[in-house]
Each structure stands twice: as C-alpha cells, then as structure tokens.
C-alpha cells in the first residue's frame, strides 16, 4: 500500500504490486492509501510500443511534407470549414459559399461538395456497417404467405470503437489500466470509492482474466428517443459505448468525447405480427439486433486483443461488458423480464417493498429456462419457475455468448429516473401534496427566500408544465424544511430519510462510513414510511413500486462500480442532442438513419482533426519512435516482464510519503469586484439603511469606527461605496467536486434595483451567510461548523480614504445582523433551529448588527422559514426573511453544505474550516 493525493488520477501505468507499508502511520484527514493489485497477476503488462493515431497522421504529413492542416491549405481554410460543418446545413453552405464576400477570401473549396471532399479525406474514425434483419410475421397475406418486415441495423465494430478510446492520446491522462483499492485509513478499515478502478467489478474480473491481461471494462447505454418534437412519429435507439478505464467525469462529457455511438437499433413498425404477438417480437428483434452489434466482443473477450494505447505503449486488451446504463423498462429488456419484476434479483412482485434481501439472478438458470422454453422442454417444475422469474420467452438473448459477462449484475443505478423523477417527484411530491395540499404547498415555494443559483419557484410548482432533472433537484433542495410543520412527524421522518439517500447517493466519492449512513437512511425511510399509508396519502396500501426496490441495490452497485455520477442516464439523454436531434435535424427527414450516419462521420471527423491540432499545439509529437527501453525515462521504472512500478513506493520495506489533500483546512478566500459600477458609487447612508433593511447600519459603523481609533461621525447624507456581492472560492470535498466553477459561492448582499422603462424593479438580494466567530459552542465543537454563526448580510461596502482608520480595517466590510447561535438540531428534521439575535438600547429591542471584516464569511447558506399548519399570509419572497421569527438552517441547499453538516457532523469526510 502506498499513499497519495489524488485517489482519483488514473494511473496511467500500473502500479507496483510489491510495494507495502511496514511502518504504522497516525491517520492523517487528506491522505489516501492504495492498494495495488497482486504482483502474480501483472495487471495492465506492456507487450510492446506503438505510435499513436495522430503520431500516425503527423508522421505521413512529414514524410509527404504536407502542412498540419491536412486537406486544407492553411488554418484559416481549416477553421472555417470547421465552422460550416459544426453550425451550417448542407443547403445553406452551398449558398454561403457563393457569397461574394466568400470568394473573394479565395477559399480552395468554393461549393459544399468540394467542401465535403476535403472533409472525407481528413483521417477517419470508425466506419459504419449496415446488416439487414427480416422478421417473419405471424399474420399472412393474400396469397397465404407470411408477412415479413426488414429492419435494418446500423452499428459500428465495439473493439475498434475502444481501440479508438485507449489510442486516443489526448486520453493519456485519463486512463487506468490495472484496478486498486483505495482507503482513508492507514489500517484499510474506512475504503475510498470513487472512479471504476476502485470498485470491485475490475478488481474481481482481474483474478479471472490471464496473467497480465489489461482490462477494459465496456459500458453500453441504449435509450429511445423521439426525433420530431411537434410532429411525425419518427424514433431512434442509439447505442453508446464507454470504457471504464476513463476517468467519469471524461466519459460523461460530451465535449471530450469519451462516448461513442456504437449504432442504431431499428424502430420497427412489426405490422407482420398480430397485437397478441407484436410485443413480444419487438423484445426478440431488440436481443437479435444487439447480438449483431456486439459480435465483436465475443472472440476480443475470450482471447484479448493487442491495442497501441494513448501512452504509446501496446497491452493485450480485454474488452468486457461490465455495466449497462439504462431506465428500468429498458433494463427489464434487457434482462428478459416482465416490468414487475427485479432485472438484478429474484424477489416476488408483492415483496418489492418490504425492505427484504434480494438474492440475484443466476445466468446460467435463466439460460437454461429460456432454452427448453424455446425448444418445448419445460418441465412443470421449470414452468413454475420460468413463471416465477417474471422470464420473457427470449429466444438466445444478446449477452448469451458474451464471455465473463453476467448480465444481471451489470445494471446500474439512474439517478435521474429512478432518484429526482421517479421517488422524489412521481411518488413523494405527490404523497406530501394530498397530505399538506396543493394550494399550501404552492405558497411555500413561491414564499420562500431566494438565493442565487436557486430556482424559485415563484408560482409554486403545480403548474410547471415541464420537468427536468433540474427541477426535481431544485425542489428537493427545500422540500424538507417546506412539509415540517405542515405534515405529522412521522411522514418528516420519511421524507427525511429520503432526501438523506438521495443526497448520499448522489456524492461523487463514498467511503465504508458514507454508505453506512446510505443503508441507515434507506432504514430510517422504511421505519417510518407506513405514515403515508396511515394518513391517507398513499393508495394502494402497499410499496411495491419497482423504483423504490432499486434502492435496496444502491449500496452494492456502488461497492461494484465505482458512485452513481459515472453512470446516470442523464449522461446518455445529453448524448441523444449530438447523435440523435441534430442528426436528424440536419438529413431530409427520409431515409433518415443512414443519412444520419454520414452527417455524423463529418461531425466526428472534425472533431478528431480538431484533437489532432490541439495534441499538437501541446508539443507531444516525438518523431522518433519509442523504444520500450526509454519507456523508463519517460513513465515509472518498468519490470523485466513489462510491469510498471510506481516511482513513489520502490521497495516492500521503503516508507512512502505521506501527502496533504488540498481538503485539508486552509484559509477561506474571497473576492469582490475590483471597481464599483456607477449605481453602487457613493450611495448616501440613508438610501443604504432604507434599501437595505439595515436599521442599525449607523450606529454599527460607528461602533467600528471608534474601536478602529476614529472619532469620525458619519451622516446620513454621506456617501459609501457598495459591492452587489461576495464570492468564496469553497475548499474542495471529494465527495462533491473538484471543478473550480463548481466551488464558487455567492453572498449578495444587492441593493434594489428601481423600474426603468420596461425593465422592472427587483427588491433587494440579501443572503444569509455562515460567518468565522471564533465562539466555542457545544453542539457544533469537533465539526466542520465549529467556530461558525449564521448571520443575514445585508451590506457589503468599503470605506473612503478620509475615514480615519488604518487601510487595512478599510474593508471591504460588511454589515450583518446575527442570528442565535446553533443549538442542538430538531430531532423530527434534523435540522438546527435558530432566530435573530437581538439587543435592548434605551429600552428598545433591535436587531443585532454589527460591522465585520468581509473575510470572516464563510459561504452563503439558506434559512427556510418554519412553518406551522398553515404558512402565514404575511410571509412572501420578498418580506419572509424579515418578517419570520425562526428559522430552519436548511443544509441540502447544496452538496457542499450538505457534506459539511451531515457528513462531518457524523465523522464521515475530513474537517476542511477552521
């Protein structure tokens, strides 16, 4: 075991399998402990060296001592045939091409066809092939002769496809080809999941594979989808294909292009067969038509394949079907099981929801069951048992031949349909609505608090006519705090329980200790989720419903393939846009498929060109061939049998180093706009306390002042300059993300913005905001909310130069108005409870303001109005965060902050603020 940073960097060689810790380490929050693959088993072994595909492109141009760009005389002619391909139909290229304008240019290619010349002669990808598939009808013609119906199926090889994605050297950094195990602790107690090389499936699927094999672990995506939006009833089932040996987050976009479409299957109209048949014959064309697709698996996944990897280095390659991302009905396809059932498991149709164990499917029974009902064989026992799997009389499905794959463990968890759409919005929106009311829970979403990046559901939600996963996310970020106090307790607790596994669920790294908490919370659902029942919001009287059984499997499937980001369908319907819509948008609309391959080619084809340039500009072009005896200068000292080894852990007794993860605490940064626009330049104090709601704006500045050392009194007349917010830069949590756009906070703090011509007036932003105080407080000392206090800032400002106080205590400042400090959380949500603090002067109570260093915000939060029964007629959007009197500090308002209370307050992730 050696440590290191980064858990979820491919390591683009495998890493050395004798390397172990001998000396015991303190747990140290930030660093991780891997655990390589037995050195007997030579995971990821180099064969041998090759030049890459655009070494390959780069090295013809040279010796024909052509420019870079290929077919076109000079980047300008390249770019804009980029632009045309990407952005203009074939019709208006032509006519844009004839422009005046454009000729003058001097272009080489003056028409589309000379354009799309130039384009079919760039280096291609993986050509397409066709295979025609006749179905014979039961239902006959005039002349007695059975009907029949040619499909045709368009797909591409799948090893050539991954020989695409393992070559592609702008994958370099990207890849793994050997499984590890990763842990938080030196003792290996509390493992570390995220990416698929640090899941089971590799690390199992390696001890059943040849010594020194590589493997590449394929997932395949199918989904139909509609073409005409208004119109027409024109279909298409794409297939993609992914490798496992990406890092997620380049698989999953489609801007790298790190899925590709592996075909079509055909939508047929099966009018041979008649109703009572046609189902089934549109699940037995769907298994013959993948079969046709995947055949060249069969052979690549009984004996490898040698494949030139982006590393330049060549090992003998494994493709193996691992995982098959897919809603439920088109699991249910796959599987060859009727809708009522598990296509993981063999529990009975009317035991899906009690929470019970789900023993899985055994392949070999269910090909056996599948044959003697094919062939008329079936014994009374089998028939029973065929009955009792929910079976479809599948006749050879399409994963029967395909070697080390059980497809039954191959199935994914759907976050989207299964999570956002189908158990938040389908079943509990709707249980909580019949209980609370539609018109009352309307009102506590259009009354709520805005924050920025939070869709507000300004007329409740009851008339959205639309959903997307972004809605179902938006809502669930208040749903809690909105049914408290307006449902029994009981039903809280449910809801609770399943927002907490939805969120779980949902992070993009687990350890042992997060998917504890994830069964915990799919426990604490099941305790308390007969309340539905009992209060008359759920009929019928039982959970049997197929999503809410998938959830039993969540735990598993991650142990199995690494978290749910990495294989959400959200990724596939994303891909149906570029390989789907556009497609068809760009062809003539008959004939559609094939005219969509071809427009597809093109779209590829400049998008490899464009890669090639890149790879290029970044200098990695060698024109000197590797040897496999420089791979040692260039990549971790190699083996005598080709085996890398790490650099880092040399030798079983060396002591590696141990390395900080940049979680680790650090100090909190912000930033502010550099100039202040004209609208926020010298407002008078009095425009400030009255915009901003800000009463006791002038004697705190006061207070500041004189503890600064200035008698300076300032009027209201006098002027401030205001910044309309404050951005922290949010330290990174493993389990949330690492993209720096993704950990940017807002804290506004904007004045309102007055109606002018035709633009409306908008009230004040004025967030709420965790701020550094420094207080010791019993029931947050030990968690990642230590030493912090809710406060609603209301002004964010700099003071003049003639202030009379240092420069440093100039600002930017900000003035907020506390709120009591955190006291133990609601027992019902879980939840802390807090109000405003206040203060007497002159027997008056006010508001508790005070002026503070901008530095001491942490990150904006959100304070959700606890309601009663009845939400009050006097609290709107614009007047609750003033009128309200407590408040619920709401933490699944983001993953961040739902990280740093739930999870840390639990011991789970490391503690990041300090």
């Known amino acids: 075991m050696h440590v290191d940073q980064d858990a979820s960097a491919p390591r683009n060689l495998p890493p050395n399998p004798r390397a172990t810790v001998e000396e015991v380490f303190e747990d140290v929050p930030g660093r991780y402990w891997h655990e390589a693959y037995s050195s007997a088993k030579k995971a990821g072994s180099v064969t041998g060296t090759a030049r890459t595909t655009f070494d390959t492109i780069r090295d013809d141009q040279v010796l024909q001592g052509a420019e870079v760009w290929g077919p076109f005389r000079n980047e300008s002619e390249w770019q804009l045939a980029k632009w045309l391909i990407k952005n203009v139909g074939q019709g208006q290229a032509d006519e844009f091409l004839k422009l005046a304008f454009v000729q003058s240019a001097g272009p080489e290619y003056t028409n589309q066809a000379q354009l799309y010349r130039n384009v079919h002669s760039l280096p291609g990808g993986v050509d397409w092939k066709c295979k025609e598939v006749t179905q014979e009808g039961d239902l006959r013609d005039a002349q007695g002769r059975a009907r029949t119906e040619t499909l045709e199926v368009w797909y591409r090889d799948p090893v050539e496809c991954i020989k695409e994605l393992l070559g592609n050297p702008m994958f370099r950094q990207h890849l793994a080809y050997a499984p590890e195990r990763v842990y938080r602790d030196q003792h290996g107690t509390n493992r570390h999941i995220d990416e698929m090389w640090t899941a089971d499936w590799w690390w199992d699927m390696q001890g059943r594979l040849p010594t020194g094999a590589t493997v590449s672990p394929v997932i395949l995506s199918s989904d139909k989808t509609k073409l005409s939006n208004f119109r027409g009833d024109k279909s298409a089932w794409p297939v993609y294909l992914t490798i496992g040996n990406l890092r997620k987050e380049t698989r999953r976009s489609p801007s790298m292009h790190g899925s590709v479409l592996l075909g079509y299957l055909p939508v047929g109209k099966f009018d041979c067969f008649s109703e009572n048949a046609k189902q089934l014959a549109r699940y037995q064309a769907f298994h013959d038509c993948m079969r046709i697709i995947l055949d060249g698996l069969i052979q690549a996944g009984r004996e490898g394949v040698d494949i030139p990897c982006a590393d330049r280095l060549v090992r003998r390659v494994w493709p193996i079907l691992a995982a098959y991302v897919a809603d439920y009905p088109e699991q249910c396809l796959v599987a060859a099981c009727m809708e009522n059932r598990c296509p993981i498991g063999q529990i009975s149709p009317d035991s899906r929801g009690t929470h019970e164990h789900c023993p899985g499917r055994n392949r070999q029974e269910i090909l056996t069951l599948l044959d003697s009902h094919f062939h008329g064989t079936l014994s009374s026992t089998q028939q029973d048992r065929f009955k009792a799997l929910g079976l479809r009389a599948i006749h050879k499905p399409f994963w029967r031949d395909l070697p080390h794959a059980d497809i039954f463990t191959c199935f994914t968890p759907d976050l989207l349909h299964q999570l956002h759409k189908g158990v ?34 300004k007329n409740g939600i009851s008339h959205v006519s639309q959903w997307t996963g972004h809605e179902h996310k938006q809502m669930e970020r208040v749903f809690l705090a909105l049914v408290a106090g307006g449902v029994p307790n009981e039903v809280v607790l449910a809801v609770r329980g399943l927002l907490d596994f939805i969120y779980l669920a949902s992070l993009q790294a687990h350890t042992t200790k997060t998917l504890a908490l994830l069964r915990d919370a799919l426990d604490r659902f099941h305790t308390h989720k007969n309340a539905f029942i009992e209060y008359k919001a759920r009929s019928p009287e039982h959970f049997n419903i197929p999503k809410y059984h998938m959830l039993e499997h969540y735990v598993e499937l991650i142990l199995r393939f690494g978290t749910t980001d990495g294989f959400n369908t959200e990724w596939s319907e994303r891909l149906h846009i570029d390989y789907a819509k556009d497609a068809y948008r760009a062809s003539n609309k008959k004939d559609y498929i094939a005219q969509m391959t071809k427009w597809l080619w093109r779209q590829e084809a400049v998008d490899r060109f464009e890669m090639y340039q890149e790879w290029l500009r970044r200098g990695e072009y060698s024109l000197v061939p590797q040897s496999l005896e420089s791979t040692a200068t260039n990549n971790p000292e190699l083996d005598d049998d080709g085996t890398a080894i790490r650099t880092d852990s040399t030798t079983p007794s060396s002591t590696p180093q141990a390395s900080q993860a940049s979680t680790a605490a650090s100090p909190m940064r912000y930033k502010v706009a550099k100039t202040h626009p004209k609208w926020l330049y010298n407002i008078p104090v009095s425009a400030i306390v009255h915009g901003h709601r800000a009463t006791q704006f002038l004697p705190a500045l006061h207070t500041y002042l004189r503890l600064h050392g200035s008698n300076i ?96 205590a100039r600002g930017p400042l900000a003035y907020v108005e506390w709120f009591t400090p955190f006291n133990k959380p609601d027992s ?52 609750v965060a003033d009128v309200c009197k407590t408040f619920h500090f709401n933490p699944y308002i983001d993953y961040h902050l739902y990280c740093q209370f739930v999870l840390r307050h639990r011991g789970c992730i490391w503690p990041y603020v300090k």
């Open 828 to 879: 019902t949500t879980g939840m802390f409870v807090v109000a405003r603090s206040t203060r007497t002067t002159g027997g008056i109570q006010h508001a508790y303001g005070e002026i503070v260093d901008a530095g001491r915000i942490a990150r904006n939060c959100y304070l959700s109005p606890k309601y009663g029964r009845i939400k009050s007629t006097l609290w709107t959007s614009e007047t």
């Open 713 to 808: 009194v300032v009027y209201p007349f006098d002027g401030l300059d205001l910044f309309k917010q404050l951005t922290v830069h949010l330290p990174v949590i493993p389990e949330v993300s690492n993209k720096p756009e993704k950990l940017k906070n807002v804290v506004r703090a904007t004045p309102p913005i007055k109606a002018e011509g035709r633009r409306a007036g908008e009230p004040a932003q004025l967030d709420f905001a965790l701020l550094h105080t420094g207080e010791r407080n019993v029931n947050t000392d030990g968690t990642s909310l230590e030493g912090l206090r809710v406060a609603h800032v209301r002004v964010i400002f700099k003071m003049r130069e003639d202030c009379g106080i240092p420069v440093s």
């Open 424 to 457: 938040f919005k389908d079943h509990l929106v709707k249980w909580c609505t019949a209980l609370l009311g539609e018109k009352e829970l309307d009102s506590r979403f259009s009354g709520g608090p805005t924050l920025q990046g939070l869709r507000h559901f």
